[in-house]
């Protein structure tokens, strides 16, 4: 088992116990961001969450990042109105990315559904290495988004 897979597999049940009858979003999306960042240690993890018709900077680990985002554009709003994970192992070859650090060259967005199947944040992570993220990660962080399922 390589490794990325091994800290992924043992990182889910922890998440999953720390979150468990948890119903604060915000507190849960924090923790998960704190424990995801921490774990893999990747460049930047955090939430974008969707409000009055845009995504929203929510808890985050790493240096500062663009607080508002349009739907279908950047990396997090296409995934956002795409409904689907993307992922991407080169930023600069990514039509409309938003460089909120120039030191971002790969990302992966996964989108975060509500009991209802509504897109209600994504899950947004960054690398400063080219092609950091691959099919492991696209399996194991949707697993991780399937755990942050709110009641609409």
């Keep these: 088992m390589n490794e990325k897979k091994k800290k992924y597999e043992e990182l889910l049940p922890q998440v ?7 119903e604060d979003c915000v507190s849960v999306m924090a923790n998960v961001a704190a424990a995801l960042h921490h774990t893999m240690g ?3 993890t ?8 845009e995504l929203r900077l929510g808890p985050f680990q790493g240096p500062v990042a663009c607080m508002h985002i349009a739907r279908g554009r ?5 995934a956002w109105d795409r409904g689907e994970t993307i992922v991407v192992p080169d930023v600069e070859q990514f039509p409309g990315h938003i460089a909120c650090s ?3 060259r790969s990302e992966i967005v996964v989108p975060v559904r509500d009991s209802s199947g509504n897109i209600w944040a994504v899950l947004d992570i960054d690398s400063k290495e080219l092609g950091t993220f691959d099919d ?3 399996q194991y962080l949707e697993q991780l988004a ?6 609409n």
């Design 42 to 44: 990747f460049f930047w």
């Design 102 to 104: 120039s030191l971002s």
């Design 146 to 151: 399937g755990l942050l399922m709110f009641q």
């Design 16 to 22: 999953a116990a720390l979150i468990d009858g948890e």
């Design 46 to 53: 955090g939430f974008y969450v969707v409000a009055d018709g």
């Design 136 to 138: 492991t990660d696209r």
């Design 74 to 78: 950047g990396v997090c709003g296409t």
